[in-house]
């Protein structure tokens, strides 16, 4: 029993420092494997644990956009040329967020974005039911938009704490290893997903004007596109 708990603290060790080791750690600049500490009261684990919840908040919050997007496409009667697939929407619903998902879910968002645009051009041909259907739909995506935002605000909370945080030791754990690896990556690439949505939500907001689709804006949309101007 000694030599298998030997054995797995040896792992646990080891797959720390590899992790620790990794060129995004000491994106931070973060100076040894065992060295750190926290700044301003934040530890390793917080940092971690803000952050794990911030990918879910946006892998949720992303998964509820393209269901919403898919369905305004069902009610228009035209198809999305490159939206996300059945199983990627499902794992982001599932909170299963990494580098590849973020590049996924952005480009889906950068396409819907131009599709709208093309669709905004002329008035559409559409009947009351469809009109209901869309209004329904949008409110769903400004809603997740809404839910994005949070999420993002939680990532950069992160970010910036983990700035001066120093290197997690290797007794902080694997989570707060992990998070210093991807805070640095994967960071930059949810911003670029946010920037993406608030142009789906800028056309969104054109293709009900133009096609006098009347709805009631969630609150809190208009301080989620103000977050948009931090970055």
């Known amino acids: 029993m000694k030599r298998r708990k030997f054995i797995t603290s040896s792992l646990i060790v080891a797959t720390s420092a590899t992790v620790l ?33 911030g990918l879910k908040t946006i892998g949720k919050a992303a998964a509820r956009a393209a269901v919403s997007v898919n369905n305004i496409m069902d009610a228009t009667k035209l198809k999305q040329k490159e939206g996300l697939t059945a199983s990627k929407i499902k794992e982001l619903e599932e909170g299963k967020v ?15 974005a131009a599709e709208l645009k093309n669709m905004s051009l002329e008035k559409i041909e559409l009947d009351a039911e469809q009109k209901k259907k869309i209004a329904v739909a949008s409110a769903d995506y400004f809603t997740a938009f809404i839910d994005a935002s949070k999420g993002l605000l939680k990532l950069v909370e992160a970010k910036d704490k983990a700035s001066g945080a120093g290197s997690p030791a290797i007794t902080d754990g694997l ?17 670029e997903f946010f920037k993406n949505s608030i142009d789906v939500v800028k056309e969104l907001r054109k293709f009900n004007q133009t096609n006098d689709i009347a709805m009631a804006e969630p609150a809190g949309i208009e301080d989620a596109l103000k977050i948009g101007l931090e970055f």
């Open 21 to 53: 080791g990794s060129p995004a750690v000491h994106a931070f600049g973060l100076n040894s494997l065992t060295g750190g500490g926290s700044s301003g009261g934040a530890s390793w684990k917080d940092i971690a644990e803000t952050f794990t919840g």
């Open 98 to 112: 990494n580098a590849d998902t973020l590049a996924d879910v952005s480009a889906s968002s950068k396409n819907t």
């Open 175 to 191: 989570a707060a290893a992990q998070a210093a690896k991807d805070i640095p990556v994967l960071t930059p690439k949810a911003i």
